[in-house]
């Protein structure tokens, strides 16, 4: 099976709150040549014994960045277009055309983005659609990895 052509994305992570959806992106970015960018205080330390085990012996081949918030995200990647991932657009992630350099940017498990960055990038933001009206939302890691790899291969 051919691997995807290798696109530069970056993946954001505002204020992780669990050690392991943390530790599975990570290991997601590791294969994907993919940065991973956490910004914010996360809910656990970054030498968690969880988190580490989650990306396993991996963490050697994560780009990773830290941020203190979204502001510096934003000066840290000043030729990036940044997209935001919520329960609340309506736009569809798979209707959307990603460009080289593109950020997907996503909120913390128990409450996602704040309201006030998502009525700034309103334009900007897009969902995983869900046709069980009774699931809130879908777990942090899958929700990563499915938007992820469809923009790897969905990239212009």
């Keep these: 099976m051919k691997s995807p052509v290798k696109k530069m994305l970056h993946v954001a992570l505002y204020e992780p709150e669990i050690p392991p959806n943390t530790g599975n992106i990570a ?5 994907t040549f993919t940065p991973l960018h956490i910004v914010g205080v996360t ?3 970054m030498d968690d014994r969880t988190l580490k085990r989650a990306g396993l012996d991996y963490w050697e081949h994560v780009e990773l960045h830290r941020h203190v918030d979204l502001d510096a995200l934003l000066a840290a990647l000043p030729n990036s277009r940044f ?4 329960t609340k657009a309506t736009r569809s992630y798979a209707d959307f055309e990603y460009l080289e350099n593109d950020c997907l940017v996503f909120g913390p498990e128990t409450r996602g983005l704040p309201e ?3 009525a700034a990038n309103k334009n900007n933001c897009l969902t995983i659609p869900m046709p069980n009206p009774k699931v809130r939302s879908l777990n942090l890691s899958n929700s990563v990895a499915i938007v992820l790899y469809h923009s790897l291969l969905a990239t212009k």
């Design 27 to 31: 290991r997601l970015c590791a294969a």
């Design 43 to 45: 809910g656990f330390r």
């Design 83 to 86: 997209l935001y991932f919520t």
């Design 116 to 118: 006030t960055v998502l």
